[in-house]
């Protein structure tokens, strides 16, 4: 039977607070990494209500699509390219205030405005990238930057 989540009101810190102990719960006995994609992306969409919400998975070469809450998405990247595979390529997290000034920018949806991007990393090797878009500009800053990487730490 699926746990219900709370979602809680508040600021944006606030929120990922009250969420973050729920996500460790939700994720703590189940051993499929998609399974617990699927549920962390909803849950975020859900919380936070960003324009999109979901993973990419390093395969090969490669970013492929995964799992996602939101409009139809690109489904592959490549290493270095766009926001995503220069997180993978970097290691670290990326926000864009503004997506039409990031070079290379892979536009999925004309709609986006900015985004944020967290590797997902397991033994030292990125596995995974944690993508999310706003449909305004200037959505993310450090809080989400902190609050999402530990996140997709609980995915390690």
């Not at 399974?35 to 975020?44: C, D, G, Y």
């Not at 998405?73 to 039409?100: F, L």
């Not at 290379?104 to 997902?120: M, T």
């Not at 030292?124 to 200037?138: E, K, R, Y």
Request: hydrophobic letters at 45%; aromatic letters at 10%; glycine letters at 8%.
């Amino acid at each position: 039977m699926a746990e219900e989540i709370h979602i809680p009101t508040g600021s944006k810190q606030e929120k990922y607070v009250s969420l973050f102990p729920q996500l460790e719960a939700l994720v703590a006995g189940e051993p499929d990494a998609i399974a617990n994609m699927a549920n962390i992306a909803s849950v975020l969409k859900e919380a936070f209500g960003f324009f999109w919400v979901g993973f990419y998975r390093v395969r090969g070469d490669q970013l492929v699509l995964g799992p996602f809450q939101g409009p139809v998405a690109c489904t592959r990247i490549a290493y270095g390219r766009g926001v995503c595979g220069t997180a993978w390529k970097e290691e670290r997290t990326i926000v864009v205030p503004d997506v039409d000034k990031f070079p290379g920018h892979i536009a999925c949806s004309s709609l986006s405005r900015s985004e944020i991007v967290v590797p997902v990393a397991s033994g030292g090797t990125v596995i995974a990238v944690l993508d999310i878009d706003s449909d305004q500009f200037n959505t993310f800053d450090e809080i989400d930057s902190f609050y999402l990487e530990q996140i997709c730490g609980i995915l390690a």
